[in-house]
């Protein structure tokens, strides 16, 4: 027992499922169970959606190139940003970020957080129902009338179930991993066998993008800057996973490979899918299999079928986990704090569930929109936290000042916010806007040579730094 009277149980609760730092003995995850964490999140359904939309400008080779080097250096930016931090002090994302936005002003990237989860949640919800609708068309069990009504059913009762499935919370998704990794991973190698047999190699080498610029240069970099903004992401997850191991090593690699690489690589499915069939959506192709239009066959919908249940895990799999991260966010907040982890996990979920169930086609049409926006968020927010915590703190701070919302902490700043942290964030969305409109995708400046979400993460952690050294560092605020 502790001296207040709490047992030691408990504290750990609170640490692995609330705000509370976590202690060396506390992290137990080890090397495979983050491999097949990361993993299962990293093949999740969502990339099939990010590579149908790369393949609007770009080939099937240009595409491959892009994507896996967007993927991998969107993935840096995030590993910069939020693991060392999560491993030597075991503290999430949103903890980590009062170093930089203080006491108070961390709401702005509990609110990125937040969006980034909910979209992703939404994507894979509305996914997770279209598999279940076109699967029970395929089987005969429901009429083609039915099938969007089902679908959305669905992506609500998949909700309910994954909301039952983080009662647990971390061994929650410790468990679900350990079964669907394998599972994902084979028929995600499937679903790629199958489009290569139906189109073959050189069906798929010569499809062209529906929408390219005449400009090679411009569809390259609309298609790197897509992974880029996508990957960067794993922000919002990254510490929920990474604070429950104390070894860098097992953190930083596996993000890298499982998470970053193993976006951009199932990603390519996506891709080379969408280029022969012109939709972006695994559904849509696996429906169109099952219907006849390219050779139906009693095993080919039952494939179909498969690969239709592999969409379902995948979508199952990621959204546990965001959710986790996202409840870990929101009990920072005071009204948040003391509530119940599952009325916690319940607010994050809520949302996904009124839209896949209630506007699933709205999202789903303006998905490149979302995608848009996460780059011209995460970027800066990456830039601010990587200046601060790496280059001027060196990665050493005052963890007990971290948690104290008092005038004398070292994180309290001007009133509990860091206008250094402000000012480099909407330096680098304004950077971001200067170069592409994340409505329209329309470029500008020197968007064709340097992307548009790097430059925001670089302007962002930029003026971060000049702005402290300048204003904030010599009044002896923030403990620099």
């Given at each position: 027992m502790s001296g207040n009277g709490q047992s030691v149980d408990a504290f750990t609760a609170e640490a692995i499922n609330g705000t509370y730092p976590l202690l060396p003995e506390e992290r137990k995850w080890g090397l495979k169970a983050i491999i097949t964490i990361m993993l299962t999140s990293g093949l999740?359904?969502?990339?099939?959606?990010?590579?149908?939309?790369?393949?609007?400008?770009?080939?099937?080779?240009?595409?491959?190139?892009?994507?896996?080097?967007?993927?991998?250096?969107?993935?840096?930016?995030?590993?910069?940003?939020?693991?060392?931090?999560?491993?030597?002090?075991?503290?999430?994302?949103?903890?980590?970020?009062?170093?930089?936005?203080?006491?108070?002003?961390?709401?702005?990237?509990?609110?990125?957080?937040?969006?980034?989860?909910?979209?992703?949640?939404?994507?894979?919800?509305?996914?997770?129902?279209?598999?279940?609708?076109?699967?029970?068309?395929?089987?005969?069990?429901?009429?083609?009338?039915?099938?969007?009504?089902?679908?959305?059913?669905a992506s609500v009762v998949g909700v309910f179930l994954i909301w039952l499935l983080l009662k647990n919370g971390a061994t929650g998704i410790q468990n679900a991993s350990k079964y669907l990794s394998v599972l994902i991973v084979i028929l995600a190698f499937a679903v790629f066998f199958f489009v290569v047999k139906q189109y073959g190699l050189e069906g798929i080498r010569t499809a062209e993008p529906s929408y390219a610029d005449p400009d090679l240069k411009i569809n390259y970099v609309l298609g790197f800057e897509i992974l880029v903004g996508s990957v960067a992401s794993?922000?919002?997850?990254?510490?929920?996973?990474?604070r429950m191991t104390g070894n860098p090593k097992h953190a930083m690699w596996p993000a890298a490979f499982c998470l970053g690489l193993a976006t951009g690589l199932v990603s390519l499915i996506g891709l080379y899918t969408a280029l022969v069939t012109g939709s972006p959506y695994p559904t849509d192709y696996l429906l169109t299999l099952a219907e006849g239009d390219v050779g139906f066959t009693t095993a080919t919908t039952i494939?179909?079928?498969?690969?239709?249940?592999?969409?379902?895990?995948?979508?199952?799999?990621i959204t546990v986990v965001g959710t986790y991260s996202g409840a870990l966010g929101l009990k920072q907040l005071g009204a948040i704090k003391n509530m119940g982890w599952m009325k916690t996990c319940l607010i994050v979920l809520g949302p996904t569930a009124v839209i896949s169930g209630g506007f699933p086609s709205w999202f789903s049409d303006n998905s490149g929109?979302?995608?848009?926006?996460?780059?011209?968020?995460?970027?800066?927010?990456?830039?601010?936290?990587?200046?601060?915590?790496?280059?001027?703190?060196?990665?050493?701070?005052?963890?007990?000042?971290?948690?104290?919302?008092?005038?004398?902490?070292?994180?309290?700043?001007?009133?509990?916010?860091?206008?250094?942290?402000?000012?480099?964030?909407?330096?680098?969305?304004?950077?971001?806007?200067?170069?592409?409109?994340?409505?329209?995708?329309?470029?500008?400046?020197?968007?064709?040579?340097?992307?548009?979400?790097?430059?925001?993460?670089?302007?962002?952690?930029?003026?971060?730094?000049?702005?402290?050294?300048?204003?904030?560092?010599?009044?002896?605020?923030?403990?620099?």
């Open positions: 999740a359904s969502w990339s099939y959606v990010i590579g149908g939309y790369v393949s609007y400008y770009l080939n099937a080779f240009m595409g491959s190139i892009a994507m896996c080097a967007g993927s991998l250096v969107g993935m840096m930016l995030v590993i910069f940003a939020g693991v060392p931090s999560s491993v030597r002090y075991g503290i999430d994302i949103i903890t980590a970020s009062k170093l930089s936005f203080g006491t108070r002003g961390y709401g702005i990237p509990l609110v990125a957080q937040f969006f980034s989860i909910v979209g992703w949640n939404t994507v894979l919800m509305v996914l997770l129902g279209q598999a279940i609708g076109s699967g029970l068309y395929m089987a005969g069990v429901i009429d083609a009338e039915a099938k969007d009504g089902v679908a959305r059913i794993w922000w919002a997850y990254i510490g929920g996973l990474t494939f179909a079928i498969v690969a239709l249940l592999f969409l379902i895990l995948a979508s199952i799999g929109v979302f995608f848009a926006l996460l780059g011209m968020s995460m970027g800066p927010l990456c830039g601010v936290m990587i200046a601060d915590y790496l280059i001027l703190r060196k990665q050493n701070i005052n963890l007990k000042a971290l948690y104290s919302e008092s005038r004398g902490s070292d994180y309290y700043f001007f009133g509990g916010v860091n206008p250094a942290s402000i000012i480099g964030f909407l330096a680098g969305i304004a950077t971001y806007l200067s170069m592409l409109n994340p409505i329209t995708y329309e470029y500008h400046l020197l968007f064709e040579y340097l992307s548009a979400t790097l430059p925001a993460t670089i302007v962002a952690g930029a003026v971060y730094i000049l702005v402290t050294k300048l204003a904030v560092a010599p009044r002896g605020l923030g403990g620099f």
